[in-house]
C-alpha cells in the first residue's frame, strides 16, 4: 500500500514539474560544424558544454559533416527548418544572402564587436554592406621559411615584396642549396586560387567591378605574371602545379624548400620533431607586399557562424554564436585557431609558444583580402583555375587566359 501510494505521489511529481525544473523552459537548438581543420570535433563539443553550463535553458544539438558536405547539408535542410546555426566558408555569404540561407545580422553587432575584431575578419561574414553572422575561424596564408636555408645563402632577412622573394630564391638556387627554393599549391583546385588572391591583394588588384570581372587586368594581371615568371624561371618546384597544401607541407618539411605559401596549421606540424626535418628551423612572416602598392599580403580563408532563416530560435541562436566567437572561449583554443579578436594578440596565455606566428599573424590577419564575392563563385572559380593552369603550362599568354576566364565566369 505504501509503495502504491509512493508511486501515486511520483508520478504526481513528474506531472506538476517539481521533478524536470527545466522540462517547459528548454530551448533546443540545432547547430551544423565541420568534422575537420581549425578546432576539432571534441573542442566544439567542450565549448558547447560550456555553454549549456552557463545557458541551461538552451540545449544545442551537435552535427559534423566533412567541409565537403557543408554547403549542401546546410542549402538541402532550408526545406525542413533542420539547422538553427551553420558554419560557412567565406566565399557563400554571397550565394546564402542571395538565396535568403542566412539571416542579416547586422543589427545584433554591437559597437564593441565592431571595435574588437580585426578589421579584416569582418570581409568572412559581409555581403553588399550587410553581415550574415560573426566570424568564427581565422586563417590566413602566411610565407613560411626555412631559417638554416637563408642562413647557409647568406641572406639576413625575409624578404618583405615578392620581387625579393624571387631575388632571394635565385641566391638559393645559384649557391646550389636548393634546385627549386619555393613551394605553392597551384593545383586545379580551390588552393590555386588562395595563393592566386593572396598576390592580387599584393598588386592592388580587383576581382570584380561593378559585378563585372575585373581580373583581366591592373592587380589581377600582374598577379599570374607572377606567378608563370617564377614557374618558368625555374625557381618554384614543378610539382607546384599539382600541389595542394599538405604537398607544400610535406615538402617543406623534408627540407626541400626554401619557401612555402601555407596556411596557419602547417606552423605547429612544421617545428614538430617526430614528423618534420626542419623542426627548429621554421621562420613565418607575413605573404609580401610590392613596392609602392602594399606592405603585406593576404586571402581570407576564414570561416563564420551564422543563423538560418528556417530558424525558429533566432534569440537563442544568436546566444550560441556570440559564446562560441566570445574573447573568452577563443582565447582558450587560441593554439587551435587564432582569435578573431585584436586585443587577444597581446596576451601572454595566447602568445606563449607561437610568438613569430602571431607577429606574422598580426599582420596578415588585418590585411585579408576576399576571394571574389558573387552568387557564382563556384563558376567563376573554376574558369579562374583553369586559367592559371592554362598560363603556367604555356598554353596561353596570361591575358588571354584571363580574359577566357572572364567570358566563362557566368558574370
Request: proline share 5%.
Amino acid at each position: 500500500m505504501l509503495k502504491s501510494i509512493n508511486r501515486t505521489l511520483l508520478g504526481a511529481a513528474f506531472v506538476s514539474g517539481a521533478f524536470m525544473p527545466h522540462a517547459f523552459a528548454e530551448t533546443a537548438i540545432n547547430a551544423l560544424f565541420m568534422a575537420q581543420a581549425a578546432y576539432s570535433e571534441a573542442d566544439v563539443r567542450a565549448m558547447t558544454e560550456a555553454f549549456s553550463k552557463a545557458n541551461p535553458d538552451i540545449k544545442v544539438n551537435l552535427e559534423f559533416v566533412p567541409y565537403e558536405g557543408l554547403h549542401d547539408k546546410t542549402v538541402l535542410a532550408q526545406g525542413s527548418g533542420g539547422y538553427d546555426v551553420v558554419l560557412f566558408d567565406v566565399i557563400w555569404p554571397a550565394e546564402y544572402a542571395s538565396n535568403n540561407v542566412l539571416v542579416d545580422v547586422s543589427s545584433r553587432i554591437t559597437d564593441d564587436m565592431k571595435k574588437g575584431v580585426l578589421p579584416g575578419a569582418w570581409t568572412t561574414v559581409a555581403y553588399d554592406g550587410k553581415s550574415y553572422g560573426m566570424p568564427w575561424i581565422l586563417d590566413t596564408k602566411y610565407l613560411f621559411y626555412n631559417k638554416e636555408i637563408l642562413e647557409k645563402a647568406g641572406i639576413k632577412s625575409p624578404p618583405k615584396t615578392w620581387d625579393e622573394l624571387a631575388e632571394q630564391a635565385k641566391i638559393i638556387k645559384d649557391k646550389g642549396i636548393l634546385a627549386t627554393p619555393i613551394s605553392w599549391s597551384w593545383s586545379q583546385a580551390e588552393a590555386a586560387i588562395c595563393d592566386y588572391t593572396t598576390l592580387v591583394s599584393a598588386y592592388g588588384g580587383e576581382f570584380l567591378k561593378d559585378g563585372k570581372p575585373a581580373f583581366q587586368s591592373g592587380g589581377g594581371l600582374d598577379a599570374l605574371n607572377y606567378m608563370v615568371t617564377s614557374y618558368s624561371s625555374g625557381l618554384t618546384n614543378p610539382n607546384s602545379k599539382e600541389f595542394l597544401e599538405e604537398d607544400v607541407r610535406k615538402v617543406f618539411q623534408n627540407g626541400e624548400a626554401a619557401f612555402a605559401l601555407n596556411w596557419t596549421y602547417m606552423y605547429n606540424m612544421a617545428n614538430d620533431p617526430k614528423d618534420s626535418k626542419v623542426a627548429g628551423k621554421v621562420g613565418v612572416v607575413p605573404a609580401p607586399g610590392v613596392a609602392g602598392k602594399s606592405e603585406v599580403s593576404a586571402v581570407n580563408g576564414s570561416m563564420g557562424l551564422g543563423i538560418t532563416t528556417a530558424s525558429k530560435h533566432p534569440e537563442e541562436a544568436w546566444k550560441f554564436i556570440t559564446f562560441m566567437t566570445s574573447q573568452e572561449t577563443q582565447n582558450q583554443y587560441a593554439k587551435l585557431s587564432l582569435p578573431i579578436w585584436a586585443s587577444s594578440y597581446d596576451d601572454p596565455a595566447v602568445t606563449k609558444g607561437q610568438e613569430e606566428l602571431i607577429a606574422a599573424a598580426k599582420l596578415g590577419l588585418a590585411a585579408m583580402y576576399p576571394r571574389p564575392t558573387t552568387p557564382k563563385y563556384q563558376e567563376l572559380s573554376t574558369a579562374l583555375q583553369q586559367a592559371i593552369q592554362e598560363a603556367l603550362l604555356g598554353q596561353a599568354k596570361p591575358e588571354d587566359a584571363l580574359k577566357g576566364a572572364a567570358e566563362n565566369s557566368g558574370l
